[in-house]
């Protein structure tokens, strides 16, 4: 289901459900921690999208990141300052979140795609760092929102990067695109 007309990259408050068909397909061949994780990538979300007392964007984001573990839930700042965070998947790491416009940004595939608004407003870009294994990864995504198939709906680029066991550099992209399904509770 496509977001409501009145949605905006201001205020992406809402409850959401991966589509899997409007999804580009996760890799088969990702190295750990990803190929653990990509059957059920990001199924459900939840974004509170609000500005607190002083002004500060702030996105407190619950998604379920595989079936057998907890959510991962947290607040994110918006404000391009690290900060450590304890995944219950991913373990320590390090994360940051901004707004820019999509013309900063180096990957094509993190600035292509978005509705003239979102563009206008910039997306929200967040890196995340860690280590599984001893290796060590990074995640860059845009979120914002997307025509697709004629319909305005949420959804994430996300770009990772890191060391397969083999010790061989590797980088995928995937494109998380989202059904609304109503307000948060």
């Known amino acids: 289901m496509a977001v409501p007309e009145s949605y905006t990259m201001l205020d992406l408050t809402g409850r ?4 899997a068909a409007l999804s580009s397909a996760p890799e088969i061949t990702m190295p750990p921690p990803w190929k653990d994780i990509a059957p059920s990538v990001w199924r459900d979300l939840a974004i509170n999208h609000f ?12 998604q379920l990141l595989r079936r057998d573990a907890p959510p991962t839930e947290g607040e994110w700042i918006v404000d391009w300052q690290e ?20 013309a900063e940004l180096d990957a094509h595939f993190l600035r292509a795609g978005w509705t003239p608004d979102t563009r206008r407003h910039g997306v929200l ?15 860059t995504e845009t979120f914002g929102i997307e025509e697709v198939d004629g ?13 397969g066991e083999d010790g061989h ?17």
Not at 51 to 62: H, I, M
């Open 169 to 185: 550099e590797y980088f995928f992209n995937w494109r998380v695109v989202y059904d609304y399904v109503g307000e948060i509770d």
């Open 151 to 163: 319909a305005r709906h949420l959804a994430r680029h996300v770009r990772t990067m890191g060391k």
């Open 83 to 102: 900060r450590k965070k304890e995944n219950p998947v991913l373990g320590p790491i390090i994360g940051q979140m901004r707004r820019v416009k999509t």
């Open 16 to 19: 959401f459900e991966r589509n």
């Open 125 to 139: 870009q967040r890196i995340i760092r860690g280590t599984w294994s001893g290796r060590d990864w990074s995640l």
């Open 51 to 62: 500005k607190d007392d002083d002004g500060q964007e702030r996105l407190w984001l619950s």
